[in-house]
């Protein structure tokens, strides 16, 4: 099993271009996450997904959309992006247990 | 929703020493989680306590469920250059299927 994949891993945007993050689970899973994880400030989290056709937004929504697209993916999409928004992305997915299963990342740069 | 204050933000440890990072909240916690993550990598889960003043270990690292299920910690014994990364405590919102995590502790270690 491949657990969580992420794809890009690095990304450099320019201001104002827009970009999709893949994120996909083979566990099974009915809930998954998108965090970003800046300097000091922890895994804050952007959007959730409880299940399949659910989606609801976490601490830091603003400037983000995400699709459900089936039970194994959820995409993260930047429509303008911000250098604000010059972050490490995590995907996760969440098991029975509520243990967390988390992706390798997206290291994004916006200039 | 659930609030986890994480204490110390940093330590730095000689290799050998002893490490001690600690999770505090105002309110009773159904369950606490601990993860690490190594530098560049993403969180992992390391262990799930449930019970009132449960103590679990894992090798050279002993976590703690305090009584009133208020606080936990997570204690390394003889530190290794190995242990290096970040411990993030994490607990459950109940029924929002969401996580809440703290803001985690920064080991380094010095061989």
């Known amino acids: 099993n491949a657990g969580v994949t992420q794809t890009p891993k690095f990304q450099v945007l320019k201001t104002g271009q827009s970009m999709t993050l893949q994120c996909a689970q083979d566990m099974n899973h009915n809930s998954m996450y998108w965090y970003r994880q800046d300097p000091g400030m922890g895994l804050r989290l952007i959007y959730y997904?409880?299940?399949?056709?659910?989606?609801d937004k976490g601490e830091v929504p603003n400037g983000y959309n995400v699709s459900r697209l089936n039970k194994r993916e959820f995409s993260l999409r930047l429509e303008s992006a911000a250098p604000s928004q010059t972050s490490v992305y995590f995907c996760?997915?969440?098991?029975?247990?509520?243990?967390?299963?988390f992706g390798p990342g997206t290291r994004l740069t916006v200039l | 929703g659930q609030q986890v204050m994480q204490i110390p933000q940093y330590q730095h440890v000689q290799e050998g020493e002893d490490f001690t990072t600690y999770c505090n909240s105002s309110?009773?916690?159904?369950?606490i989680q601990w993860y690490k993550q190594r530098p560049g990598g993403h969180p992992v889960f390391l262990i799930q306590l449930v019970k009132s003043g449960e103590v679990k270990k894992q090798k050279r690292l002993t976590f703690q469920f305090g009584e009133a299920k208020k606080n936990s910690s997570l204690h390394i014994t003889a530190t290794q250059t190995t242990d290096v990364g970040t411990y993030f405590c994490?607990?459950?919102?109940?029924?929002?299927?969401?996580?809440?995590f703290g803001k985690g502790t920064l080991l380094t270690v010095n061989p």
């Open positions: 994490a607990v459950s919102g109940g029924s929002n299927y969401k996580l809440t």
């Open positions: 997904s409880a299940s399949e056709g659910t989606t």
């Open positions: 996760a997915s969440q098991s029975h247990t509520d243990t967390q299963y």
């Open positions: 309110t009773t916690l159904s369950n």
